[in-house]
């Protein structure tokens, strides 16, 4: 019988190649703390019950995860998430999800009945998305998609449904990618510990 099984996309924590929109208003440590501490929150809601794709090989996310931790494999954000899910498929697993690790108050309440879509989609503020899942992937469900623009999760719905996949929807969230989300982040309630000590620290307080 397959289990379902959630993938975490996570870049490596390496100073100066993560949160690089936020250098400016943050240090480059600064912006790879915040990166740290928001992959560990959405490590810890799950549970750890997750796989963590990285981009490339890193010592502090293999002590974390162990033998749950895979490398990234393709071009471009497409073909890697599509690899993921086939990669997760051929292992056995299914219904499928990929989750964004910027999410600001990631739980497992906020993923709702994921398990029992076909695909499914969590919108982001920014035109693109926190989540996709399947209950098996496509070839083609992330073809003609332009990836970090404000098109993004309207044109990944168009690409599933030339696919026949019928899509759902989870809740709207933000991620932390610019200045603006970063003050929307210093007034939002529903932070896990790690981005509250970040903040606190961050603060001075």
């Known amino acids: 019988m397959k289990r379902p099984a959630i993938a975490l996309f996570a870049r490596a924590p390496v100073v100066g190649r993560v949160k690089t929109r936020l250098i400016g208003p943050l ?34 996310w ?11 494999r393709g071009a471009d954000l497409g073909e890697r998430m599509l690899r993921c899910f086939e990669e997760m498929g051929a292992a056995g697993f299914g219904p499928l999800l990929i ?19 076909e695909a ?12 996709v899942g399947c209950q098996a992937p496509h070839p083609g469900m992330f073809e003609g998609v332009e990836w970090s623009s404000p098109e993004t999760l309207a044109q990944t719905v168009a690409a ?17 990618d610019t200045p603006e989300d970063l003050a929307r982040l210093e007034a939002e309630p529903r932070v896990g510990p790690r981005v509250r000590a970040w903040l606190a620290t961050w603060r001075g307080l």
Request: aromatic content about 8%; charged content about 25%; some cysteine.
């Open 27 to 60: 240090s480059a440590e600064e912006a790879c703390n915040l990166h740290r501490a928001l992959v560990m929150d959405a490590w810890e809601a799950l549970g750890g019950a997750c796989i963590i794709y990285t981009d490339q090989e890193h010592e502090e």
């Open 62 to 72: 293999r002590r974390l995860a162990g033998e749950r931790l895979r490398l990234q």
């Open 99 to 117: 989750l964004g690790s910027d999410t600001v108050g990631l739980t497992p309440e906020l993923l709702g009945s994921w398990r029992d879509r």
């Open 120 to 131: 499914v989609l969590g919108p982001a503020a920014d035109g693109g998305y926190w989540a």
């Open 160 to 176: 599933m449904k030339r696919c026949g996949m019928v899509v759902s929807f989870l809740d709207t969230c933000y991620d932390v």
